[in-house]
């Protein structure tokens, strides 16, 4: 097939991949047709629970908005138009969209109206934080019934699970294809069938040969449209090269390695945190290459059900430690570190023991001592002296508060010597309960060897002020 015939010239916030022209056959014919509501599953070996969703809210609820967050319109703000992908519909927060079925399901349903327009809907966790810690793996799992029709009225459907990093957030996925997108289910037309992929890099070409991307091809998928199966991703960073593998019920079809590309490239796609996306597309470029639609024919109210979402990690928790490190107790605050004196990357420094800053104010602190208050973009904090001796940095943790409105988040940075050099990890945060609610939070941070001036830096696709923060250090 000719890729080129449905590549989009200005891809933000959402995919668009081609696909191998060959179908990877399915080496067993059985139809799994599993039954409508079941547990998340125990752990797998080695790994602990970070996140799930069994979606048993009553029937014609829609989602608990302290997990889930809705996309509505047809753009993030700031971002491409029509997702970037060319779909035609209109995503809503509607229960006639996105609701639980009373079965233990979450249901995305896209809908015709009398005038020919379509809405639909697409959610994604509020956390942004699922990640595989050096040495260790994440796994994202869903059970999911694609939805149940095919053919001529099949045209046009386009459901999937996927993740982005979560640098996307704060920018309205801008930066989009460097910070990557784990495709973890797709389907299009009906197909009966899977497709997996990573984007990565930048676009067009660059190492995920964007905007194809790093694809399995087309996977056979039978009774994908009537009964439920298994999707999942996991990330390995215990192994060299690191890894990243898909499976369909348990069984891996797909593996993308770091030895694949430069490790820039790949580093800027896995590590750090991601967040979870699950949406129905109507149209757009992916059905396009495979037949088009929507068209007369195509069926509305078709919806893809979720039974189950769950994240699970080894390696090292991805989950916001309730207290402050052992190091330093939480209302306890160490003393300041005077100017010019070296200060230690693995001990607790306190936010308002700046060297220097940029937009930002001292409060007190509901957990004692001071905090530093009014962080929004282009804001900064400078620490003089910090010494991390001979490196084993594994991951930054900060401990963080946020009133923000809905819609506000960014993302705190870590850079190194000045403040125009790239940043060496992040995390994105957003609404914590309000001003004083603090967490700790951690992130994933390139490691570093002798002695710094680090900066904290502060990055929004809003304007408003987004974050608190109290303390931060490294860990081995």
Not at 113 to 126: A, F, I, L, P
Request: net charge negative; charged share 15%.
């Amino acid at each position: 097939m000719n890729r080129s015939a449905h590549r989009r010239s200005r891809p933000r916030g959402r995919r668009l991949f081609a696909v191998a022209a060959t179908v990877v056959a399915v080496a067993a014919s059985t139809t799994f047709v599993l039954d409508a509501e079941a547990a998340v599953p125990g752990a797998p070996s080695g790994m602990s629970l970070v996140f799930s969703d069994d979606f048993t809210g009553a029937a014609g609820t829609g989602l608990n908005r302290s997990d889930w967050l809705y996309d509505v319109g047809t753009s993030y703000p700031g971002g491409a138009a029509n997702w970037g992908t060319g779909e035609i519909e209109t995503m809503t927060d509607s229960t006639q969209n996105v609701y639980h079925d009373g079965n233990g399901n979450l249901a995305i349903k896209p809908i015709r109206d009398s005038g020919g327009k379509w809405t639909s809907g697409r959610v994604e966790t509020q956390r942004t934080d699922f990640a595989a810690p050096a040495g260790g793996k994440v796994r994202i799992e869903a059970r999911i019934q694609q939805p149940n029709v095919s053919g001529a009225a099949a045209a046009g459907y386009w459901p999937a699970f996927w993740t982005m990093g979560e640098g996307a957030r704060p920018v309205g996925a801008t930066n989009w294809p460097s910070i990557g997108e784990w495709d973890v289910m797709e389907d299009i037309n009906g197909r009966s069938s899977v497709f997996g992929a990573l984007h990565c890099g930048v676009n067009p070409g660059g190492p995920c040969n964007e905007t194809v991307g790093l694809s399995s091809g087309e996977h056979a998928c039978a009774g994908c449209q009537t009964g439920f199966h298994t999707y999942a991703v996991e990330y390995d960073r215990s192994t060299s090269p690191e890894t990243l593998s898909w499976y369909l019920d348990g069984q891996q079809y797909f593996t993308v390695n770091s030895g694949q590309m430069d490790a820039t490239s790949w580093n800027n796609a896995t590590h750090h945190g991601v967040f979870v996306i699950l949406n129905v597309a109507v149209g757009g470029g992916f059905p396009d290459a495979f037949g088009g639609g929507p068209t007369a024919s195509t069926q509305s109210g078709a919806a893809m059900l979720v039974d189950y979402v769950a994240v699970w990690q080894s390696g090292g928790s991805t989950t916001p430690p309730t207290t402050t490190p052992t190091t330093s107790p939480t209302t306890t605050p160490p003393t300041t570190t005077p100017p010019g004196d070296t200060r230690d990357a693995y001990a607790v420094t306190e936010a308002e023991s700046s060297n220097a800053s940029s937009g930002v104010q001292a409060e007190a602190c509901a957990e004692g001592g001071q905090d530093v208050a009014a962080l929004g973009n282009g804001d900064w904090l400078q620490f003089d002296n910090v010494d991390f001796g001979t490196g084993g940095v594994r991951d930054f943790v900060a401990r963080v508060a946020s009133g923000a409105p809905a819609g506000v988040s960014g993302l705190v940075e870590v850079r190194l010597d000045s403040r125009s050099n790239a940043p060496i990890g992040s995390f994105a945060v957003a609404n914590t309960g309000g001003w004083q609610s603090w967490r700790s939070v951690p992130g994933n941070v390139a490691n570093v060897t002798g002695k710094h001036t680090v900066f904290l830096t502060f990055a929004s696709g809003q304007p408003a002020d987004f974050v608190n923060v109290n303390w931060f250090q490294f860990r081995r």
